[in-house]
T-cell receptor
Framework: GAVVSQHPSRVICKSGTSVKIECRSLDFQATTMFWYRQFPKQSLMLMATSNEGSKATYEQGVEKDKFLINHASLTLSTLTVTSAHPEDSSFYIC?????????????FGPGTRLTVL | DAKTTQPPSMDCAEGRAANLPCNHSTISGNEYVYWYRQIHSQGPQYIIHGLKNNETNEMASLIITEDRKSSTLILPHATLRDTAVYYCIVRSTGANSKLTFGKGITLSVRP
């Protein structure tokens, strides 16, 4: 199956700082990328959808100014958590879809564990 | 996208078949049934998907009822590494379609 990577896998930061998470599709071109968030013992919640070269579409209740998404190329999307607070601590997972290898299926990255102190 | 209903949990013995049910009574004609699983602290892993015919791959089989209102994921010989949360999701194709995760079913494979 197609491979999606995320970096970093784990990050700890102080309250008020910003954190950037990278998501890459390694062997296919991702026309669409998705960002999810998962709190302990809960399911994945979709935060936003981004198409290459376009502004991201955010789900209801997700602050676009706090969670900045950039999908500048067909293989890279970034999520920046600005002015992070302890309540932003969560497991962030990206997903990618599209391209010859990926088809219409959606493949997920391994996730990034964010802890805000 | 239509919603799905899954039991919260089930278990099975190692080496036996695990049959995971899913109800999707409001599925539309153009919506596929997808199955993913999530092993603790990892990203979801794609397993299989289908529209109306039964499907099989190296991981599992997917049986969809004729009326498409329910389906069953079959892991033919469960191993301890199959212990995970399994998500049944219905999704249409197209650029604007999204995978919306429910609570899933927690499968515990016992030795």
């Amino acid at each position: 199956g197609a491979v999606v990577s995320q970096h970093p896998s784990r990050v700890i930061c102080k309250s008020g700082t910003s954190v950037k998470i990278e998501c890459r599709s390694l062997d296919f071109q991702a026309t669409t990328m998705f960002w999810y968030r998962q709190f302990p013992k809960q399911s994945l919640m979709l935060m936003a959808t981004s198409n290459e070269g376009s502004k991201a579409t955010y789900e209801q209740g997700v602050e676009k100014d706090k969670f900045l998404i950039n999908h500048a190329s067909l293989t890279l999307s970034t999520l920046t958590v600005t002015s992070a607070h302890p309540e932003d601590s969560s497991f962030y997972i990206c997903s990618a879809r599209g391209g010859l290898a990926g088809g219409d299926e959606q493949f997920f990255g391994p996730g990034t564990r964010l802890t805000v102190l | 996208d239509a919603k799905t209903t899954q039991p919260p949990s089930m278990d099975c013995a190692e080496g036996r078949a695990a049959n995971l049910p899913c109800n999707h009574s409001t599925i539309s004609g153009n919506e596929y049934v997808y199955w993913y699983r999530q092993i603790h602290s990892q990203g979801p892993q794609y397993i299989i998907h289908g529209l109306k015919n039964n499907e099989t791959n190296e991981m599992a089989s997917l049986i969809i009822t004729e009326d498409r209102k329910s389906s069953t994921l079959i892991l033919p010989h469960a191993t301890l590494r199959d212990t995970a949360v399994y998500y049944c999701i219905v999704r249409s194709t197209g650029a604007n379609s999204k995978l919306t995760f429910g609570k899933g079913i927690t499968l515990s494979v016992r030795p």
